[in-house]
């Protein structure tokens, strides 16, 4: 897919951190210079260093590299066919760089200059894509979790996110229950800080911290960061207490949220389509209300949350967006229809995010396909051939690339 440029025209800048000025590039004016080369994308840019001095200075200057990321957004991308790496990829869906994941580890849904892959047996680790560095965080549970009856019988989930005040990182670990059954049962959760990926061995002072279980069962699979607090969906067991006449007030589009600064759980959220079901905006398709449980997702839309309802049976997207979380005053910016031929067997979006430029990306999990929807002509665009199995957006800068397999 050849991707529409954004119209607007790149920062004004200064030419510091000892970026040369005109007369020293050789042949053009360093503004020129700066427009000529941000067109470029990051491979051939780490190619041309070697040029001339000016160009090598340019690409490594702060404000080139943060007005390059805007106009050339990359993605972390886990093939089907490939799982034994990460990928770094453009927005044409080529190969950019790849990261060794020999294990196999199921990338994370994340917007940040890391990668977080793990397992469902308590393994993770955290990828720098510009460097290549990894840590492989420990297995090991925290200390009040040694003793737990059936603890090494339980799947884990994963949340990663970065503490904007201290730059660190946070890693929120789920263990989750036996079975859908169990009115006694509880899920564990931890918290790991790590400074980032900066070696290539267990980091021998990360510890596991026990934090307290919430008094109702999350979608430990759901989990999305947005800023500093992961959300979670409530846990489909709720759908089905509903269905056997247990009473329960939890209805499918409850969110539940931890502070992952303060690693503390906040309010429960009330969704925006409990309140308005019945109204004809949700017609007979959606005649049973516990069907909506596999239908929704949720995501992070440039730092604020979003709940994603894909309504099957028309093959449209509504995208609700958060804007106050006091209130639960949620409004449905944008309703997105998917093309007539798309396949029958998608039951929901696994991810989504938006670029810079406004446009939004959207992978479907059955089919691995992923679609580019611009909101401006009202199209979309499939994002290259393959078949993703997870998809995450890489805010790092690969313009510092110092080791890896770049393509």
Not at 77 to 90: E, G, K, P, Q, T
Not at 197 to 217: E, M, V, Y
Not at 283 to 303: C, F, K, M, S, V
Request: hydrophobic share 40%.
């Amino acid at each position: 897919m050849a991707s529409p440029e954004p119209s607007s025209s790149p920062p004004s800048r200064s030419m510091g951190h000892g970026a040369p000025a005109a007369s020293n590039s050789g042949v053009l004016p360093a503004d020129v210079l700066f427009d000529v080369l941000l067109r470029l994308p990051a491979k051939e840019l780490c190619r041309l260093r070697a040029v001339c001095r000016a160009w090598r200075s340019l690409t490594f200057d702060p404000l080139f590299a943060s007005a390059h990321a805007a106009r050339h957004p990359l993605f972390l991308a886990s093939f089907r066919d490939d799982r034994a790496h990460i990928c770094v990829v453009d927005l044409c869906g080529t190969v950019v760089k790849r990261i060794p994941n020999a294990e196999g580890h199921q990338l994370l849904h994340t917007r940040l200059d890391l990668a977080c892959v793990a397992t469902a047996r308590y393994g993770c680790r955290v990828l720098n894509p510009a460097t290549g560095s990894v840590e492989i965080l420990p297995e090991r549970p925290a200390d009040d979790h040694l003793n737990r009856e059936n603890f090494r019988k339980l799947n884990t989930s994963f949340a990663f996110g970065r503490i904007a005040t201290t730059g660190e990182y946070k890693v929120l670990r789920i263990f989750d229950r036996l079975s859908l059954h169990g009115f006694n049962e509880q899920q564990l959760f931890e918290v790991l800080t790590i400074q980032g990926a900066s070696s290539s061995s267990s980091s021998g002072r990360a510890q596991w911290r026990a934090r307290q279980s919430h008094d109702r069962f999350v979608e430990a699979s759901s989990a999305i960061v947005v800023g500093e607090v992961v959300y979670f969906k409530v846990d489909r067991l709720y759908d089905a207490w509903i269905f056997a006449g247990i009473s329960t007030s939890i209805k499918p589009d409850n969110i539940i949220s931890f502070d992952l600064e303060r690693e503390e759980w906040k309010g429960v959220l009330r969704g925006p389509i409990a309140d308005i079901f019945f109204t004809d905006e949700y017609d007979d398709h959606l005649e049973d209300y516990r069907i909506l449980w596999p239908e929704l997702t949720l995501a992070d839309l440039r730092g604020s949350l979003s709940l994603v309802h894909y309504r099957k049976s028309r093959r449209i997207i509504d995208l609700w967006v958060l804007k106050d979380f006091d209130t639960d005053l949620w409004v449905k910016e944008y309703v997105i229809q998917i093309e007539l031929n798309f396949p029958t067997t998608e039951w929901r979006v696994k991810s989504l995010f938006m670029l810079e430029d406004g446009r939004i990306v959207i992978h479907f999990p059955k089919t691995g396909l992923v679609f580019i929807y611009d909101p401006r002509t009202n199209t979309s665009a499939q994002m290259g051939r393959r078949h993703l199995e997870a998809v995450a957006m890489y805010t790092g800068n690969l313009l510092s690339l110092q080791v890896g397999d770049m393509l």
